[in-house]
């Protein structure tokens, strides 16, 4: 206390507007605490209270801390929440220009000051959260980010879109962007789970062989569309759609080991099961007679594989598809093809000429054939068949052994004139009567 005021004394005194102020400077480092910044232009009362000079505390919190005692500019009420260690973040200077914050003397949380007034806040496009900024940010830099994802509220794409942090890569299977459904916040791959009600894309595009399980070596040939048959819970077991096989290749599958084959009554065929099977069920089988070959139908129906002749057939080596259909066995629909001899139509019996049930036809008058007479010389009957008057005479069967023809009357025998034009047909083998 004497020295100071023996200083003051040395330095002179001098009064002006009620204050006690120093002719000279007085050198404050001598006692460790230099005067510097605002602090030289401010008045010593205003540290010295009440001329008490000895024992004059040297933090900052004591005069700017609202107390009283000493009168000076305090931290105003919106001040963040500190520690009151000031000189951490002030200069002498001025109280304004903050240099730098320690932010290791900050109490209160990071967003009571980066609120976007006081100082830089989260940006618009920032991923939305609820955490603090000391959550994933250091004090260093704002850059540098030790993410949390425990308090984010949003879905992952608001931030993993590839432009603000990693999104999906270009090979990434087509899904939607709900990433939590599948990754994990620790790391991107393995994927923790695979929730398949995400992907988009059809299954082949990751079952592949390569990004996941594909179609073993053994597998049925079919198509690549995995969940007509499969679930997303398991491979097995497959619920069939045989919608995806392609035509002809039942066999494959339907060996008797993979799937159910061929019974040991089954008939002979190499003809895959589709042509007479469908994919609902065995039986009832329908052939389908399109794909068979004209004339083989003896190949298959030949009394053991399928239907043959029974005892009673009409005796012939003719194709079972020269005389009947392939939709049913009767009628049979056998058409004469024979000039010599015009189709009869339906309505004569085959037994009606072909006496002997086969193929060899016994003509009833030989010397007429093979004209119409050959069988019909017997139902001629000359009275209706006038060749020509003066005199009266008639054709005989050998005239009109073609009873398809022409029989004209005539005036006389020289057939020059005719009388009574008939060109004909008058009988033809459509007609269901003479």
């Not at 910044?37 to 000079?53: T, W």
């Not at 082949?204 to 597998?219: F, L, M, P, Q, Y």
């Not at 000359?382 to 005199?391: I, R, T």
Request: glycine share 8%; net charge negative; hydrophobic share 30%.
């Amino acid at each position: 206390m004497k020295r100071l005021m023996l200083g003051l004394l040395w330095c002179g005194l001098q009064f002006g507007s009620g204050w006690l102020q120093a002719a000279e400077p007085y050198d404050h480092s001598i006692h460790g605490y230099p005067l510097e910044g605002a602090h030289r232009d401010a008045p010593c009362e205003s540290c010295h209270a009440r001329g008490v000079f000895e024992l004059t505390p040297k933090e900052c919190s004591t005069c700017h801390d609202r107390s009283g005692l000493y009168a000076d500019t305090a931290r105003s009420l919106g001040h963040p929440l500190t520690t009151n260690n000031c000189e951490a973040c002030h200069i002498t200077a001025n109280w304004i220009a903050v240099p730098y914050v320690e932010h290791g003397e900050v109490i209160g949380a990071c967003s009571s000051c980066h609120d976007g007034l006081r100082a830089e806040g989260r940006p618009v496009d920032h991923p939305q959260t609820t955490a603090e900024c000391d959550t994933c940010h250091i004090d260093a830099s704002w850059s540098v980010i030790n993410f949390n994802h425990d308090d984010i509220s949003s879905n992952c794409v608001s931030c993993h879109n590839g432009i603000d942090a990693t999104g999906k890569s270009p090979s990434h299977v087509l899904t939607t962007d709900v990433c939590e459904d599948c990754h994990s916040t620790s790391f991107w791959e393995p994927v923790q789970q695979m929730d398949h009600s995400q992907v988009l894309g059809s299954c082949v595009s990751c079952h592949d062989g390569i990004r996941a399980t594909g179609k073993t070596a053994d597998h049925i040939l079919s198509d690549d569309t995995c969940d007509d048959c499969h679930t997303t819970s398991a491979w097995l077991p497959a619920v069939f759609d045989h919608q995806g096989v392609a035509a002809g290749s039942c066999a494959t599958c339907h060996n008797g080991t993979t799937a159910t084959g061929k019974d040991a009554q089954h008939l002979s065929t190499s003809a895959s099961c589709d042509l007479c099977h469908s994919t609902i069920a065995w039986i009832p089988a329908i052939f389908d007679h399109s794909e068979v070959t004209a004339g083989s139908c003896s190949s298959c129906h030949d009394g053991i594989t399928a239907t043959g002749q029974n005892v009673g057939h009409f005796q012939t080596s003719r194709s079972c598809d020269d005389c009947h259909d392939t939709s049913f066995w009767t009628p049979d629909l056998f058409v004469h093809s024979s000039p010599v001899y015009p189709d009869h139509g339906n309505r004569l019996d085959c037994t009606d000429c072909h006496s002997g049930n086969a193929e060899m036809v016994t003509w009833t008058s030989p010397a007429y054939q093979p004209d119409c007479a050959g069988c019909h010389a017997n139902d001629f009957r000359a009275g209706p068949h006038k060749q020509h008057e003066n005199p009266d005479v008639s054709y005989t069967v050998a005239d009109l052994a073609d009873c398809t023809s022409s029989c004209h009357v005539y005036t006389d025998s020289s057939l020059s004139t005719i009388q009574e034009l008939r060109p004909g047909p008058e009988h033809s083998p459509a007609r269901q009567e003479w």
